[in-house]
T-cell receptor, first 118, second 115 residues
Framework: AQTVTQSQPEMSVQEAETVTLSCTYDTSESNYYLFWYKQPPSRQMILVIRQEAYKQQNATENRFSVNFQKAAKSFSLKISDSQLGDTAMYFCAFKHWGSSGGYQKVTFGIGTKLQVIP | EPEVTQTPSHQVTQMGQEVILRCVPISNHLYFYWYRQILGQKVEFLVSFYNNEISEKSEIFDDQFSVERPDGSNFTLKIRSTKLEDSAMYFC?????????????FGSGTRLTVV
């Protein structure tokens, strides 16, 4: 079974600064996807960024980037130029890539609460 | 941008009552999911649904739960006899059918309160 571990329950960062959220996972599979989801106070779940395990290049999405270390099973999220709207719960998530299609479930970490301070 | 729509946004129900949570997935998506999040805890998988049948379900998804896609657009989660511990945020999600995986699109959730 896959597990996703987020060891930082809460973090804070000054506006405009950079912050890194940690995530490790455990799997015996070689093909999978990793995601970071953002859950603002509205409690909606918003996909921030995704990474395919077979790609060595780290994914980037505007101010969001990841540091994917496959051997170490680590998938951290870096938020640059933090904005007040980044205040949210951030969930790291794992999904096995199966040949059967897209129905594979996503396993979430317990989340990191990020507070951006003005 | 296409959205997954969930109704109602908040539902209060008495213990033992049946509730139906409704979702309208993105129209060209073929895979559908329900997740739940008990307050302050992580998001947990309940069930996935494809081609009009359940693909996978978790141990949480017991006989009290059922899902349906009654009319080709709605995707519902029914809890037959609610318990206090069913109080949670319930998220519907859908995903594309093509090769590769772009993650889910989640709805904004239904907050279920069982009293």
């Amino acid at each position: 079974a896959q597990t996703v571990t987020q060891s930082q329950p809460e973090m804070s960062v000054q506006e405009a600064e950079t912050v890194t959220l940690s995530c490790t996972y455990d799997t015996s599979e070689s093909n999978y996807y990793l995601f970071w989801y953002k859950q603002p106070p509205s409690r909606q779940m918003i996909l921030v960024i995704r990474q395919e395990a077979y790609k060595q290049q780290n994914a980037t999405e505007n101010r969001f980037s990841v540091n994917f270390q496959k051997a170490a099973k680590s998938f951290s999220l870096k938020i640059s130029d933090s904005q007040l709207g980044d205040t949210a719960m951030y969930f790291c998530a794992f999904k096995h890539w199966g040949s059967s299609g897209g129905y594979q479930k996503v396993t979430f970490g317990i989340g990191t609460k990020l507070q951006v301070i003005p | 941008e296409p959205e997954v729509t969930q109704t109602p946004s908040h539902q209060v129900t008495q213990m033992g009552q049946e509730v139906i949570l409704r979702c309208v997935p993105i129209s060209n998506h073929l895979y559908f999911y329900w997740y739940r999040q008990i307050l302050g805890q992580k998001v947990e998988f309940l069930v996935s649904f494809y081609n009009n049948e359940i693909s996978e379900k978790s141990e949480i998804f017991d006989d009290q739960f059922s899902v349906e896609r009654p009319d080709g657009s709605n995707f519902t989660l029914k809890i037959r006899s609610t318990k206090l511990e069913d109080s949670a945020m319930y998220f519907c999600a859908s995903s594309e059918a093509e090769e590769g995986d772009y993650g889910y699109t989640f709805g904004s959730g239904t907050r279920l309160t069982v009293v």
